[in-house]
């Protein structure tokens, strides 16, 4: 058996479904013509949307890795909430997330379940029951922490319409599209659930703004 570098991210063995954990090389020139390599062994242009949907998700999970380092920074003893805690559910997204990646590379492939979409959905609710009605659209800033989230949110979005256009070609479960789209409200609900004290100082839209110029 031989381990191939699918997708910059995602190894597999070509017999089975194994999930490598070791790369020998790391480059092989193999994708200098400007195509990549499926579980399959095909070869596709690295801008298919195979790759265009992964690549999203990739970049989704390294955006949930700076939030990550923020909230280390953080004084945890001086926070309203439990950074830890947080932290664990970003740990547990990153690991879904290499799961949806997995799923788009190798369609024979399972790891996203409705139990890890009923699970954001219980930390969605989670948070939001502490949070004041929105009573309007807000603005996307704050702190760098927020504003990292709302990026990570963008992103999530950018990644749910790439699978969704990937769907239009080949079967994706819906359930990884799901899982995408909840994750997004998740970092939604994030970003208003970290303002410091829990006290919501965020900026809403405003016509008068736009009324002045």
Known sequence: MTIKHTANFYLIYTKGLFMGNRL????????????????????????????????????????????????????????HFDTKAVRDELNIISHLLFNVGGELAMPEFIGIHDTHISWL???????????????????????????QIHIARSVARRAERSCITLAKRTSIRPTITAFVNR???????????????????ETLWNAKVLGEL
């Not at 801008?47 to 700076?66: K, P």
């Not at 989670?126 to 807000?138: A, G, H, R, S, V």
């Open 24 to 79: 020998s090389k790391i480059y092989t020139r193999t994708g200098d013509d400007g195509t990549s390599g499926l579980a399959d062994g095909s070869r596709l242009a690295k801008d298919d949307a195979v790759f265009m949907a992964m690549g999203d998700v990739d970049e989704l999970n390294s955006h949930i890795g700076m939030i990550d380092a923020l909230l280390d920074g953080l004084d945890a003893a001086s926070a």
């Open 183 to 201: 994750l997004s409200d998740y970092l939604f609900v994030l970003s208003r659930f970290v303002t410091p004290d829990n006290k919501v100082n």
């Open 121 to 147: 959905e219980a930390r969605i609710d989670k948070m939001n029951d502490n949070l004041p009605y929105l009573k309007d659209f807000i603005l996307l800033k704050g702190s760098v922490l927020i504003c």
